[in-house]
C-alpha cells in the first residue's frame, strides 16, 4: 500500500519560510518522478514542482521559480520543498504526488498524499 505523508506546514508570515516534507513508502521511490501541487480555497488544484527519480532534473511553476526548491532524498524515501519569500498568494493545501517513470512530468501521478495546510500572513 502506497503512503505519502506530508509534513511541515504552518503559518507564517509574508517573506518567511517553510520546508515542506513528504515520507513515501510502498513503492519503489527510486522509480518514481515526485512532485507538489496546491490548492487555494475556491481554486482547481495547481502544479508547483517536480524532481525527477534521479533528482537530476527539476521543473516548476512560473509563480514559483526562484523562491522554491524541490529536492529528494533516494536513501530517505523522502522529497522536499523548501519554500522562501512566501506570499499570501501561496495560501493553500500542499500535497505530494507520485508519478511512476523517468520523465519530470507535470502531471499529476496516481498516488497522493493527505496534504498540509500553508498559510501566509501579509
Known amino acids: 500500500q502506497v503512503q505519502l505523508v506530508e509534513s511541515g506546514g504552518g503559518l507564517v508570515q509574508a517573506g518567511g519560510s517553510l520546508r515542506l516534507s513528504c515520507a513515501a513508502s510502498?513503492?519503489?521511490?527510486?522509480?518514481?518522478?515526485m512532485g507538489w501541487f496546491r490548492q487555494a480555497p475556491g481554486k482547481e488544484h495547481e502544479f508547483v514542482a517536480a524532481?525527477?527519480?534521479?533528482?537530476?532534473?527539476?521543473v516548476y511553476a512560473d509563480s514559483v521559480k526562484g523562491r522554491f526548491t524541490i529536492s529528494r532524498d533516494n536513501a530517505k524515501n523522502t522529497v522536499y520543498l523548501q519554500m522562501n519569500s512566501l506570499k499570501p498568494e501561496d495560501t493553500a493545501v500542499y500535497y505530494c504526488?507520485?508519478?511512476?517513470?523517468?520523465?519530470?512530468?507535470?502531471?499529476?501521478?496516481?498516488?497522493w498524499g493527505q496534504g498540509t495546510q500553508v498559510t501566509i500572513s501579509s
Open positions: 504526488n507520485a508519478r511512476r517513470g523517468a520523465v519530470v512530468s507535470t502531471t499529476p501521478g496516481a498516488f
Open positions: 524532481i525527477s527519480w534521479s533528482g537530476g532534473n527539476t
Open positions: 510502498g513503492l519503489t521511490f527510486s522509480s518514481y518522478r
